[in-house]
């Protein structure tokens, strides 16, 4: 139901903007072998649109976004991208596209220029027009004074906006991150963030995939939950929340075994709770007038009020086991 | 479109970093090489019941050259291809760009052509210095150097994308480029290796190549032996390229 009614949606955003979608992807199905990593999956993505897949480890989201990149060919279902069709013309496609792939493919023993200058080159570039674009999109990434030294020493940030510079140089109308920001530290990451928004502002098409719940709320319009290859969740990040959790969250803490309650203690106050192994969470509307009533039941030794994230979205939807 | 001068300029990049020291190694190593064997053992082997027809160090000189363009293009050819694959990814980059496989695979053979096309050129140079060269068809062992690098550089890549892990490698010179190099004929005629054994440095396409450039650098080459030989490492060459782009589709193309 909840699928059908959003391609009624990205239908209608296209008619809005008269354009076919730059992505287009029906029953997209991708197996190795007996694996299904990926089960047939509708979605689209608009021009301008940042679109995210979220999901746990071994969601499908790297194959699908192999596939989107015309590297991974699809098992079965219907993938334009750009208009066109991956097994046709992969090449065609993959010279407008973008991409920062989940390990970095640099060249550590070569300079940081060079890696710009050789990937620039296997777009067809100039050698002058890809000089030029190389010192531009450097700067861009706060890279410029790093330019002629190696790769091999810089920092895993520095590498991966290396990685984001590099895949701008052919000037991309769709830039496909795969774990953007996995492995980073919140420095690196709010820098990564920060030049991904400027292209988002600059009007290039973002498609990115992450397990990273702030990550998919600051740069997402809209997103996808995958969850063991398939859709389990579209819509836009605040939407996901209204729809599938409360508006906050009240964390009890407790020093002890959390107590067992039943939910109608709280007199309907509290739509869904969860036990972790040492806080009680309350799925609450209003968390500052359950506060009280939480105090006198339960005596937690602290007690959190916060809106619910994406973060609770995520875990009802794909549960709270480690997914390898 | 054929992208893969593209590819090759990644080579050419990376090369770029050590070549100087590589230009200093593929002119020295031949004038070693030739003063040790050619000069020093030549000068006590050679006298037997059997003397070859020619003084050692002429005989030897053009067999140094082609096991000189075997090792190169083979190590060129094994462990910078798994990097590529698995440790700098390279190859992944550039099949997210428009290059497609065979860009890939054709873009570094036109690497490995211009390195063998260089170091060749240097020890034909240094060759002919220490006067073993009879004739001008000398010329022709060039390209044969450049083709004998292909008949090993392309099977090797082949080899390197079917591998998993690079222990594969050490069998693969042990079992197959050392002995090539020891038996393959470059320092002494295979018909002294005993039957069996002789029929298959002949099947090697080492021994082709050195016989092929001997006939070249004396002067005697014939016809139809030189035309089998090129079209016998053409074949090494052509179903080395087949193989990789099946071995190196399957193996980044998933």
């Known amino acids: 139901m909840r699928g059908r009614k959003a391609l009624e949606r990205a239908d209608s955003l296209r008619t809005m903007s008269a354009e076919a979608p730059l992505i287009h992807a029906r029953g997209l199905t991708k197996k190795f072998g007996e694996l299904t990593a990926v089960d047939g999956i509708d979605f689209d993505v608009a021009r301008g649109e940042a679109f995210g897949f979220l999901g746990p480890n071994g969601a499908g989201k790297s194959s699908t976004m192999r596939m989107i990149g015309c590297v991974s060919p699809i098992t079965d279902g219907t993938l334009t991208v750009l208009g066109l069709d991956p097994r046709r013309d992969g090449a065609a496609i993959r010279q407008r596209l973008g991409v920062v792939p989940q390990l970095d493919t640099l060249d550590t023993e070569l300079t940081v220029r060079e890696n710009m200058i050789i990937y620039g080159r296997y777009f067809g570039l100039s050698r002058k027009e890809v000089r030029a674009r190389a010192d531009r999109l450097l700067e861009f990434v706060q890279l410029d004074e790093r330019a002629g030294s190696r790769v091999d020493p810089l920092s895993g940030g520095m590498k991966r906006r290396l990685t984001i510079a590099r ?74 929340i209204q729809r599938l959790s409360t508006r906050e969250v009240v964390e009890l803490r407790f020093p002890d075994d959390v107590p067992e309650v039943e939910v109608s203690v709280f007199n309907g106050q509290v739509a869904r709770m969860e036990t972790l192994p040492d806080r009680l969470l309350l799925y609450t509307d209003d968390g500052d007038a359950l506060v009280p009533v939480a105090h006198e039941r339960l005596h937690p030794q602290s007690v959190l009020v916060r809106r619910s994230t994406l973060e609770d979205v995520f875990l009802r939807l794909t549960g709270r086991t480690l997914v390898d | 479109m054929d992208y893969s001068p593209r590819a090759y300029e990644y080579w050419v990049t990376s090369y770029r970093r050590v070549w100087r020291g590589s230009i200093v190694t593929s002119l020295v190593s031949p004038v070693l090489y030739l003063t040790a064997m050619g000069v020093g053992l030549g000068k006590i082997v050679n006298h037997g019941a059997h003397p070859l027809p020619v003084p050692y160090l002429d005989y030897v000189a ?7 363009c075997m090792q190169i293009g083979a190590f060129e050819s094994a462990y910078p291809i798994m990097s590529a694959i698995r440790w700098t990814r390279q190859f992944h980059a550039m099949l997210a760009t428009p290059l497609r496989i065979r860009d890939v695979v054709l873009g570094h053979q036109l690497y490995v052509a211009s390195r063998i096309a260089v170091v060749s050129a240097i020890y034909l140079a240094v060759i002919a210095v220490f ?24 099977p090797v890549v082949a080899f390197a994308g079917w591998l998993e892990r690079d222990e594969g490698f050490n069998a693969l010179f042990r079992f197959g480029i050392i002995p090539m190099f020891l038996f393959g004929g470059a320092f002494f005629p295979v018909t002294q290796l005993p039957h069996g054994f002789r029929e298959i440095a002949y099947a090697t396409p080492l021994w082709n190549a050195v016989d092929l450039m001997r006939h070249l650098t004396l002067g005697n080459p014939t016809l139809w032996l030189s035309l089998i030989h090129v079209a016998y490492l053409a074949l090494w060459a052509a179903v080395g390229l087949l193989l990789a782009q099946r071995t190196f589709t399957r193996r980044l193309v998933t």
């Not at chain 1, 795969?178 to 009007?203: M, S, Y």
Request: proline share 6%; with cysteine; hydrophobic share 50%.
């Open chain 2, 131 to 154: 006067g073993t060269i009879h004739s001008f068809f000398a010329i022709a062992a060039w390209p044969v150097a450049v083709l004998l690098g292909a008949a090993f550089s392309a």
């Open chain 2, 62 to 68: 053009p067999g140094l050259l082609a096991a000189v």
């Open chain 1, 167 to 240: 895949s701008l140089v052919n000037e991309p109308e769709l830039l496909l991150l795969d774990e953007p920001t996995t492995g980073l530290d919140p420095q690196a990451r709010h820098a990564v963030w920060d030049r991904l928004f400027r292209l988002k502002r600059q009007g290039v098409t973002l498609v990115l995939t992450t397990h990273y719940m702030d990550e998919a709320e600051q740069l997402c319009d809209r997103l996808v939950i995958m969850d063991r290859g398939t859709i389990a969740e579209e819509g836009s990040p605040l939407e996901l």
